[in-house]
Structure formats: structure tokens, C-alpha cells
């Protein structure tokens, strides 16, 4: 359903009986849909895990074979590259409220909510525990849901571009915004909800892609290479981490920056890092030399993150470190102590 964008009374008449959440339509209606109940009180059954299951299923595969291959037409063709390239779809709407989505939802799930008023507050003594258990279940796979579809989107946009620069592309393929610019964009539009953000999305590889990307930009941008366009690149985390080496250029990050927002991206950078650590030296995974140089890597960037922090202190005595950036740099200290 998703490549037909030819109109025709006969296929749109279809469409309306099958009702089939992927037409492009529907499927742009529905997170609209979702963008909107997430900062709302609505019991409403969400079908989107699903949804996102079957697209998952179909992109994992595709995914796999293509870096098998490096046949290109393997994602081309992918439920999920064909939806987005729909001229039915807004892109960049889309995008922003599969976003906007995982912070408000979140937002109800953590119990993060804004004073309700007298009608919301009666409301939810009417509502019996079942509903609630069941409305926060609903509200948990939604944002997991939205994450993996956000994820694949920024899979396959980190895989078009390698097949770009092996010319494996055509003008077919068209233009597209990659999603993390998008995600950056809103990030530090709506710097509101950049907290929630980093607390609900959990994957340590496009996390740390994200915030990295983020504090380049008030940061010295290294220079970047064909080989280095790739995401999670660690020597391009520890580039950032040294620009907070010299005082001059943290205040310079501070005039930009608040201070509380800066503490917020190292903590969850550093955590991110050390759970790609970990999951490097799980079973079957590098050999020994590898993961020697992965420890000594770890310790490297250890020594870093405490000396940012430290910089930070420095450069405003009054400055209070937040209880996550109190754990980030005791568990830095203890690993640089134990090296």
C-alpha cells in the first residue's frame, strides 16, 4: 500500500476498505494522533507496537542482507524507506511528533505531569486501578514503540549515506533530511524536553551519537573525514570532552549553554559510553586485545569527563553539581582510581 501515490478513485475506495494502517495517510494520522494524546488524559488503546513490529520485522531482515551484499535495493525497498518517501507524508512533521510523542507520553508514565485542574483531578477518582495499570502499560510501549521506529529511521539514513559515498544511490532515492538533524533541531529549539528525552530513549549507540552531535554545536567542531561519518565515533566523544580542558572555551560553552543542561549531556554521554563498553566485552564478543584497548579507552575518557566537570567548577565557583552528574564523575574517579 505505502508505494501506491498514483491517485484513483478505484484505489483510494480500496484503501478506505481495508483500512490498512500503511497507507501513508493513515499512518501520518495516527501519529498526529499519538503527538496529541501525549499530553493529554486518554485511555484510548494505541495499536502502534505493532504496527512497529511489522515494520521492524521487515527492516531487520532487509538490513542484515544488505551488509551482507551491500546491495543497495535491499532498503530501498524496505516498508519503511518506502512510507517515508511517500509524497503523502510530511516528513519532517512526522518526525518531530514521533519526538514530541516520547517526551509527552514519558512525561505521564514517569509521573512528570503539570498541575491538573478540579475536572482532571475528579476525573481520575473515577477511574479504577485496572485502567490506570492498563493507560501506563499503553503509555510505556508507545514510547518504546516510537524509539525502535526512530531508531530504524536513523539506521537506514546512516546506511543511505554510506551507499552514497560507495555510489550505490540514484536520483530515485531522493533527498532526505536525516532524522538527527531534525532530533537536534527540536532538541535545542525545545530544550524543555531534552531531559525527558535522554531519560526515555535508551539506546547507549544513538544516544551518544546525539549528544555528541548536540554539543558540537556549541563547541569547537573537529575536523571530520569520509571515514568519520559514521555515528558513535569515540575519538569524536573525546574530542568534545576536550574542549572542556580550556577555561576560555568553557565559558564560552557556558554563555551558550546552562550549566545544568551541559552536566545533563556529559552524564548521559558517559553512561551511554560505558554501556557500549559493556556490551563489547559480553561473551563472544572482541578478544582480548581488543577489549584491553577498549578498558584503556574507558580509562582515557574517564579522566576526561572528571576533568570537565572539574573545569566547570572552576570556571563558576558557585556551580552545583546535579545528583546525576554527582554519580557520573564518582564512577569516572573510581575507574581512573582502579586503572
Same mark, same amino acid.
Given at each position: 500500500?505505502?508505494?501506491?501515490?498514483?491517485?484513483?478513485?478505484?484505489?483510494?475506495?480500496?484503501?478506505?476498505?481495508?483500512?490498512?494502517?500503511?497507507?501513508?495517510?493513515?499512518?501520518?494520522?495516527?501519529?498526529?494522533?499519538?503527538?496529541?494524546?501525549?499530553?493529554?488524559?486518554?485511555?484510548?488503546?494505541?495499536?502502534?507496537?505493532?504496527?512497529?513490529?511489522?515494520?521492524?520485522?521487515?527492516?531487520?531482515?532487509?538490513?542484515?542482507?544488505?551488509?551482507?551484499?551491500?546491495?543497495?535495493?535491499?532498503?530501498?525497498?524496505?516498508?519503511?524507506?518506502?512510507?517515508?518517501?511517500?509524497?503523502?507524508?510530511?516528513?519532517?512533521?512526522?518526525?518531530? #511528533?514521533?519526538?514530541? &510523542?516520547? @517526551?509527552?507520553?514519558? %512525561?505521564?508514565?514517569?509521573?512528570?505531569?503539570? !498541575?491538573? +485542574?478540579? =475536572?482532571?483531578?475528579?476525573?481520575?477518582?473515577?477511574?479504577?486501578?485496572?485502567?490506570?495499570?492498563?493507560?501506563? #502499560?499503553?503509555?510505556? &510501549?508507545? @514510547?518504546?514503540?516510537? %524509539?525502535?521506529?526512530?531508531?530504524?529511521?536513523? !539506521?537506514? +539514513?546512516? =546506511?543511505?549515506?554510506?551507499?552514497?559515498?560507495?555510489?550505490?544511490?540514484?536520483?530515485?532515492?531522493?533527498?532526505?533530511?536525516?532524522?538527527?538533524?531534525?532530533?537536534?533541531?527540536?532538541?535545542?529549539?525545545?530544550?524543555?524536553?531534552?531531559?525527558?528525552?535522554?531519560?526515555?530513549?535508551?539506546?547507549?549507540?544513538?544516544?551518544?551519537?546525539?549528544?555528541?552531535?548536540?554539543?558540537?554545536?556549541?563547541?569547537?567542531?573537529?575536523?571530520?573525514?569520509?571515514?568519520?561519518?559514521?555515528?558513535?565515533?569515540?575519538?569524536?566523544?573525546?574530542?568534545?570532552?576536550?574542549?572542556?580542558?580550556?577555561?576560555?572555551?568553557?565559558?564560552?560553552?557556558?554563555?551558550?549553554?546552562?550549566?545544568?543542561?551541559?552536566?545533563?549531556?556529559?552524564?548521559?554521554?558517559?553512561?551511554?559510553?560505558?554501556?557500549?563498553?559493556?556490551?563489547?566485552?559480553?561473551?563472544?564478543?572482541?578478544?582480548?586485545?581488543?577489549?584491553?584497548?577498549?578498558?584503556?579507552?574507558?580509562?582515557?575518557?574517564?579522566?576526561?569527563?572528571?576533568?570537565?566537570?572539574?573545569?566547570?567548577?572552576?570556571?563558576?565557583?558557585?556551580?552545583?553539581?546535579?545528583?546525576?552528574?554527582?554519580?557520573?564523575?564518582?564512577?569516572?574517579?573510581?575507574?581512573?582510581?582502579?586503572?
Amino acid at each position: 500500500m505505502v508505494s501506491l501515490d498514483v491517485m484513483s478513485s478505484e484505489k483510494e475506495t480500496n484503501r478506505r476498505k481495508l483500512g490498512g494502517l500503511f497507507d501513508p495517510n493513515g499512518f501520518h494520522e495516527l501519529i498526529t494522533g499519538l503527538a496529541e494524546m501525549a499530553y493529554k488524559t486518554n485511555s484510548q488503546r494505541l495499536d502502534t507496537k505493532y504496527l512497529v513490529n511489522v515494520l521492524e520485522g521487515d527492516f531487520l531482515a532487509r538490513i542484515s542482507m544488505y551488509k551482507e551484499s551491500m546491495n543497495w535495493n535491499f532498503l530501498r525497498e524496505c516498508l519503511i524507506n518506502m512510507l517515508l518517501a511517500s509524497k503523502r507524508v510530511n516528513y519532517r512533521v512526522l518526525m518531530k #511528533e514521533c519526538l514530541h &510523542t516520547i @517526551c509527552g507520553l514519558y %512525561q505521564d508514565y514517569a509521573g512528570i505531569r503539570n !498541575e491538573p +485542574d478540579s =475536572s482532571d483531578e475528579k476525573s481520575s477518582e473515577n477511574h479504577n486501578t485496572d485502567v490506570a495499570i492498563a493507560l501506563l #502499560e499503553v503509555q510505556r &510501549t508507545t @514510547c518504546m514503540a516510537m %524509539q525502535k521506529l526512530i531508531i530504524m529511521i536513523m !539506521e537506514i +539514513d546512516m =546506511s543511505k549515506q554510506q551507499a552514497d559515498m560507495l555510489g550505490l544511490t540514484t536520483r530515485s532515492d531522493g533527498l532526505r533530511i536525516p532524522l538527527i538533524e531534525i532530533i537536534l533541531d527540536e532538541l535545542t529549539y525545545y530544550r524543555k524536553i531534552l531531559p525527558r528525552f535522554l531519560q526515555i530513549f535508551n539506546d547507549p549507540k544513538w544516544k551518544l551519537e546525539i549528544i555528541v552531535q548536540y554539543l558540537l554545536k556549541y563547541t569547537a567542531k573537529p575536523v571530520r573525514t569520509r571515514r568519520s561519518n559514521g555515528p558513535s565515533e569515540d575519538s569524536t566523544f573525546l574530542r568534545v570532552l576536550k574542549s572542556f580542558s580550556d577555561s576560555t572555551s568553557v565559558r564560552s560553552i557556558i554563555k551558550k549553554l546552562n550549566v545544568e543542561v551541559i552536566q545533563l549531556l556529559l552524564a548521559h554521554a558517559f553512561l551511554a559510553y560505558m554501556s557500549l563498553t559493556s556490551q563489547q566485552h559480553l561473551p563472544g564478543m572482541p578478544d582480548c586485545n581488543e577489549a584491553v584497548i577498549d578498558s584503556l579507552s574507558l580509562v582515557e575518557i574517564s579522566k576526561n569527563v572528571a576533568a570537565a566537570f572539574n573545569s566547570l567548577r572552576e570556571a563558576d565557583k558557585k556551580i552545583q553539581i546535579s545528583s546525576l552528574g554527582k554519580e557520573a564523575l564518582f564512577t569516572a574517579t573510581m575507574i581512573i582510581s582502579t586503572s
